[in-house]
Every structure is written in structure tokens, then in C-alpha cells.
């Protein structure tokens, strides 16, 4: 099967796709959280066969809108 039928979102190339080893040494988290996460549902995944792996922009992109704290401005005292 060519990449041409693999659908893909956004770019003109996919996404390389990884595993959950190389997905929690990327996020720096521990292999347990990204079960977790992927168990929940937070973060998305392929499933082929008895196979799941990551599309690490899709990743970044979950994390930084679920996980990512905007610094509060501070008020200065007058």
C-alpha cells in the first residue's frame, strides 16, 4: 500500500508514526502515564492489529491545549 491512500491531516507528507516507548521519551513522561493518558482517552492513537502508535504532532498539540498553564500577569503594587 502507498502512502498516496494513507490519509493523513494538514500536511503533504504523514506523519511518522511512533511507538509508546519513543511517544513517552518525546513527552518526558513515564511509560505508565502514557497508558493512562491513552486509556482515558486523552491522547490519540492508531490501532493496527495488537499495535498502537503515536502521531507525535497530534500529541503536542493535545498536550499543549489539555496540559499548558498561561503564566498569570502580576499586579505591581503603586
Avoid at 509508546?20 to 518526558?28: E, F, L, M, P, V
Avoid at 502514557?34 to 500529541?59: A, H, W
Wanted: aromatic share 6%; hydrophobic share 35%.
Amino acid at each position: 500500500m502507498s502512502n498516496d491512500a494513507t490519509p493523513h491531516t494538514g500536511s503533504s507528507l504523514p506523519a511518522e508514526k511512533k511507538t509508546r516507548k519513543q511517544t513517552a521519551i518525546h513527552c518526558g513522561l513515564s511509560l505508565r502515564t502514557i497508558d493512562e493518558l491513552t486509556r482515558n482517552g486523552t491522547l490519540p492513537f492508531f490501532k493496527i492489529g495488537k499495535s498502537v502508535r503515536y502521531d507525535l504532532n497530534e500529541v503536542d498539540a493535545v498536550m499543549r491545549q489539555r496540559f499548558h498553564i498561561q503564566a498569570k500577569a502580576r499586579k505591581l503594587n503603586a
